[in-house]
Nanobody, 115 residues
C-alpha cells in the first residue's frame, strides 16, 4: 500500500524555521512528480511546491519562493520541506502527495506561525 505521511509541524514565531518530513512507504520519490500542499483555515488547499520525478526540477508558488526548500533523501525514502523566514500567512495544515494529487490525502501536519 502506498502511503505518504507528513510530520514535523508545530508552533513557531514569525521569522522562525521548521523542517517538515514526508515519509513514504511503497513509493519512490523518483518515480513520480511530488509536491507539498497546504490548506489554511477557511481556504482551499493549494500547491506550495512541486518536484519533477524525471529531472528533479522544482516549481514554487510565488509566496514561498526563497523561503521554502524541497529536498529528497532517497536513502531514507523521505521528502523534506525546509521552511525559513516563516510568516503568519504560512499558517496551515501541510500535506505531501504526488503532483497532481493522486493519493488519498493523509492527515497532514499543522504549522502555526504566531507570536
Amino acid at each position: 500500500e502506498v502511503q505518504l505521511q507528513a510530520s514535523g509541524g508545530g508552533l513557531v514565531q514569525p521569522g522562525g524555521s521548521l523542517r517538515l518530513s514526508c515519509a513514504a512507504s511503497g513509493f519512490s520519490f523518483d518515480d513520480y512528480a511530488i509536491g507539498w500542499f497546504r490548506q489554511a483555515p477557511g481556504k482551499e488547499r493549494e500547491g506550495v511546491v512541486c518536484r519533477s520525478g524525471d529531472n528533479g526540477d522544482t516549481h514554487y508558488t510565488d509566496s514561498v519562493k526563497g523561503r521554502l526548500t524541497i529536498s529528497i533523501d532517497n536513502v531514507h525514502n523521505t521528502m523534506y520541506l525546509q521552511m525559513n523566514s516563516l510568516k503568519p500567512e504560512d499558517t496551515a495544515v501541510y500535506y505531501c502527495n504526488t503532483s497532481p494529487a493522486l493519493l488519498i490525502w493523509g492527515q497532514g501536519t499543522l504549522v502555526t506561525v504566531s507570536s
